[in-house]
């Protein structure tokens, strides 16, 4: 069950630093 929950939650994580160094490489370019 902790696993079903954590699993989306990582995938959100991730997608959020994704975004946020997509967005900080946009800035510095």
């Known amino acids: 069950m902790r696993l ?3 699993l989306p939650v990582l ?3 991730l997608a959020m630093v ?3 160094t ?3 490489k946009h ?3």
Do not use: P
């Open 27 to 29: 800035m510095a370019k």
């Open 18 to 20: 994704l975004e946020g």
């Open 11 to 13: 995938v959100v994580v």
């Open 4 to 6: 079903f929950i954590s």
């Open 22 to 24: 997509g967005f900080q």
